[in-house]
């Protein structure tokens, strides 16, 4: 079992920034690929970036690509998503998850947090 908590979110101005964060409760945290996904209003959650486990490979959403950076650091059970150049579509609870492999689809994951909110102003 793993446990996550996101946190990190709030209310940006269009063009800024902000950074989430996954902690997770297991030391062997390492061993989980990690996923950030979003859920806007009345739309179906989407896939943002994921990491593996040794933070080696790396995959991005394409409408993200150029402006968020997912990373982990094994060492504090904790991965981040670095959001720049933000866009009003970017507003949405932004959830993270672990799965044994990395994954873009959202069933492939076994655990996730209960969710942080972003919302950008335009």
């Known amino acids: 079992q793993v446990q996550l908590v996101e946190s990190g979110g709030g209310l940006v101005q269009a063009g800024g920034s902000l950074r989430l964060s996954c902690a997770a409760s297991?030391?062997?945290?390492?061993?989980?690929?990690m996923g950030w996904f979003r859920q806007a209003p009345g739309k179906e959650r989407e896939f943002v970036a994921a990491i593996s486990g040794s933070g080696g490979t790396t995959y991005y959403a394409d409408s993200v690509k150029g402006r968020f950076t997912i990373s982990r650091d094994n060492a504090k059970n904790t991965g981040y998503l670095q959001m720049n150049s933000l866009k009003p579509e970017d507003t949405a609870v932004y959830y993270c998850?672990?799965?044994?492999?990395?994954?873009?689809?959202?069933?492939?994951?076994?655990?996730w947090g209960q969710g942080t909110q972003v919302t950008v102003s335009s």
């Open positions: 998850g672990a799965a044994k492999l990395v994954r873009v689809r959202e069933y492939d994951y076994d655990y």
């Open positions: 297991r030391r062997t945290f390492s061993t989980y690929a």
